[in-house]
């Protein structure tokens, strides 16, 4: 397996993984917060699209999906208190634009010079992600970081164990 190979592979099993555990919650259910201090799942899911589309761009300008006007600012940091249902968005517009984004991430990884991967990110994630194959690793992972917050969620509302 070479090594795009095995970033498509960790993303699929991230987004797989992400998916399971959104998939039988209702609208309702994503404006739960998993615990106190916790994002509620719909702030997560439009932070982990705007997330993508950011470490997109700092990959390549310009190469992520335009998003909804306003999605980024209300998945911003600054606004992850918020339970105003009309600040989100149904789970399937959020399930229809990652699909959207998650084309463009495999699109852009395809396009992306093998040999380019070794070279230095941005200079504002190189203390974290030094490379530009780390930053396409980030994207690959990110949503497993999120993940394991609506666990969680689903036992308090008695879902079933999905994976």
Same mark, same amino acid.
């Given at each position: 397996?070479?090594?795009?190979?095995?970033?498509?592979?960790?993303?699929?099993?991230?987004?797989?993984? /992400?998916? +399971?555990? %959104?998939? #039988?919650?209702?609208?309702?259910? *994503?404006?739960?917060? $998993?615990?106190?201090?916790?994002?509620?799942?719909?702030?997560?899911?439009?932070?982990?699209?705007?997330?993508?589309?950011?470490?997109?761009?700092?990959?390549?300008?310009?190469?992520?999906?335009?998003?909804?006007?306003?999605?980024?600012?209300?998945?911003?940091?600054?606004?992850?208190?918020?339970?105003?249902?009309?600040?989100?968005?149904?789970?399937?517009?959020?399930?229809? /634009?990652? +699909?959207? %984004?998650? #084309?463009?991430?495999?699109?852009? *990884?395809?396009?992306? $010079?093998?040999?380019?991967?070794?070279?230095?990110?941005?200079?504002?994630?190189?203390?974290?992600?030094?490379?530009?194959?780390?930053?396409?690793?980030?994207?690959?992972?990110?949503?497993?970081?999120?993940?394991?917050?609506?666990?969680?969620?689903?036992?308090?509302?008695?879902?079933?164990?999905?994976?």
């Amino acid at each position: 397996m070479d090594v795009k190979s095995a970033i498509k592979e960790t993303f699929g099993l991230s987004n797989m993984v /992400l998916n +399971s555990y %959104v998939g #039988d919650l209702t609208d309702a259910e *994503l404006m739960r917060r $998993p615990g106190p201090g916790c994002n509620h799942v719909a702030w997560q899911l439009g932070h982990l699209i705007s997330s993508e589309c950011g470490l997109m761009n700092g990959i390549q300008a310009g190469s992520a999906p335009q998003l909804p006007t306003g999605f980024e600012q209300k998945h911003a940091k600054e606004n992850n208190g918020s339970d105003n249902p009309a600040d989100f968005h149904t789970k399937q517009e959020y399930t229809d /634009l990652a +699909s959207k %984004v998650h #084309d463009a991430v495999i699109t852009l *990884l395809d396009a992306y $010079p093998e040999e380019k991967l070794d070279d230095p990110s941005p200079e504002h994630f190189r203390s974290m992600f030094p490379t530009m194959g780390s930053m396409f690793l980030l994207i690959a992972t990110h949503s497993m970081m999120h993940a394991g917050q609506i666990v969680p969620l689903r036992r308090e509302l008695g879902k079933p164990v999905v994976i």
